[in-house]
């Protein structure tokens, strides 16, 4: 239901929810430039004075909205040259689209006409709080990716980089990524333990997930906490007891101690998401194909594997991603003969600081996202088959 009619608002209300942006707003700005409490009143005054006076001109948006942009965007420019004056124009247009959004009331527009302005306001709110969450959590990665390109060897933002210098940007650090032979060395050793665990892992982790499935198996749920407790307890513990007990077995500093140890660790996704994919399976299923004589390893390839697939493929996507980002467990149970490429970065903080770390987190990052972008639409096809949503 939407609203067709909608009040133009008070220059009350537009100036102090305007104060409110600006404030939010003003706080980042502030803080950049040594001073977060000035950012805060001058951003408050500035929108609220936008605000009082444009509510009153709804009748010219769209050249008041342009006037606005440019505003900032060459008072961005005098401020700090061209990088500077790009914050400005963002700032600037979501300015100009915030305060005629208020005035004209096209936030109430998708909202259903009996809601309270309290309701209103925490549906805005709402959203607005799980956007700040977003932010803080994006934006270290953020960071990190535009400074894996500085032609410098620093961890900072070089002045030539702030003003958009193609000089200030070079890939010489990812050219030492692929030319390092220790870089190279631990990227192989990564990609030879990640597989092999990644498959113990699901290979275990399907046959648990499929048997705990069954109503008639006891303790079920005793069972079930096991099996997915390595995900609970404190990577450091579960470390630490790995490494004490592959060192009384023989395994500790071996290649196959350390496939066991990353498979441990990736069982309890694999078993989550298959576990959630039975929740659709209908069992009468296995017992048709045993009435027409299939056994129950046909019944597994023929009849269950095609239904949850998406859920088998998931789990090895997320073990293998465990098992390739893991550094603490490997540096207990390895050794340098098997030194990952988690293990090396580690090892590259502690010793040198080599903002080809930088180059290998943005290629961990593209690689993740990649990853978890497969792992999406591996989760649509499944609701799909099961008929959760229209295909």
Not at 149 to 165: G, I, K, W, Y
Not at 320 to 345: C, N, R
Request: contains cysteine.
């Amino acid at each position: 239901m939407t609203i067709t009619n909608v009040q133009p608002q008070t220059p009350g209300f537009v100036a102090a929810v305007s104060a409110a942006a600006g404030a939010f707003f003003g706080l980042f700005v502030g803080t950049a430039q040594g001073s977060g409490l000035m950012g805060v009143i001058i951003g408050a005054v500035l929108l609220a004075a936008m605000g009082f006076v444009l509510t009153g001109m709804t009748d010219k948006e769209k050249p008041l909205r342009w006037i606005v942009f440019a505003a900032f965007l060459v008072a961005g420019y005098a401020m700090g040259g061209f990088s500077v004056a790009l914050v400005g124009a963002l700032f600037g247009w979501f300015a100009g689209w915030f305060i005629f959004w208020l005035a004209t009331s096209r936030y109430r527009m998708h909202l259903a006409p009996y809601l309270t302005p309290g309701q209103v306001l925490w549906h805005y709110t709402f959203r607005v709080i799980c956007g700040a969450i977003f932010v803080f959590l994006i934006t270290p990665i953020l960071v990190v990716m535009p400074l894996s390109f500085n032609a410098q060897d620093f961890f900072t933002f070089t002045p030539e980089m702030l003003r958009f210098d193609p000089a200030g940007y070079s890939l010489k650090h990812y050219e030492d990524f692929f030319n390092n032979p220790d870089w190279q060395q631990a990227l192989w050793n990564s990609l030879k333990i990640a597989p092999m665990a990644t498959l113990l892992s699901v290979s275990f982790g399907t046959l648990a997930a499929i048997g705990l499935s069954q109503p008639h198996v006891p303790f079920r749920r005793p069972i079930m906490a096991i099996l997915i407790s390595p995900m609970i307890v404190p990577l450091i513990i579960s470390a630490a007891g790995m490494y004490f007990f592959y060192s009384r077995i023989g395994l500790q500093g071996t290649y196959f101690g350390v496939v066991l140890a990353h498979a441990a660790l990736g069982i309890p996704f694999v078993i989550i998401t298959v576990t959630a994919t039975l929740v659709g399976f209908d069992q009468s299923l296995t017992r048709a194909a045993a009435n027409m004589g299939a056994g129950p390893v046909t019944t597994f390839f023929r009849v269950q594997m095609p239904l949850i697939l998406p859920g088998v493929i998931s789990g090895a996507l997320f073990a293998f991603i465990t098992s390739f980002d893991e550094v603490v467990v490997v540096l207990f149970v390895g050794s340098a003969g098997q030194k990952t490429l988690p293990w090396q970065m580690f090892t590259g903080l502690r010793e040198q600081i080599s903002p080809t770390i930088l180059a290998v987190a943005t290629l961990l990052v593209a690689i993740s996202i990649v990853l978890l972008t497969t792992v999406e639409m591996l989760r649509r096809r499944s609701e799909r088959l099961r008929g959760m949503t229209p295909s």
